[in-house]
């Protein structure tokens, strides 16, 4: 999986869509918090350029959120995505 995710890495950085949801898919499936974390940046790149929107972005950051502490992060009541996204990206320590 890792060689996969590194041929797609440099078509994501380059904001190729499809790649860039390519590598979604396959970092959204792994239960590895260290490798989900690790493409983290290119990923955010990715949601900053429009190639996986504001639910891809926040499934990912919400399953790695369980992944590293046991429980999915419900938020209480409504809430703006965007700062769903923001929290998950501080509490992960994952850097902008």
Excluded: C
Excluded at 41 to 57: E, H, K, R
Excluded at 67 to 95: C, H, M, Q, S, V
């Amino acid at each position: 999986m890792s060689g996969i995710l590194k041929r797609h890495e440099r078509d994501a950085r380059a904001s190729v869509g499809e790649a860039a949801m390519a590598l979604w898919i396959v970092i959204h499936h792994s239960t590895d918090v260290d490798k989900r974390k690790g493409f983290f940046s290119v990923l955010y790149q990715a949601y900053n350029n429009g190639f996986i929107n504001t639910d891809q972005f926040e499934l990912y950051l919400g399953r790695t959120y369980k992944l590293e502490f046991g429980t999915y992060p419900y938020g209480e009541g409504a809430y703006d995505p965007n700062e769903k996204i923001n929290r998950l990206i501080e509490e992960l320590n994952l850097k902008k």
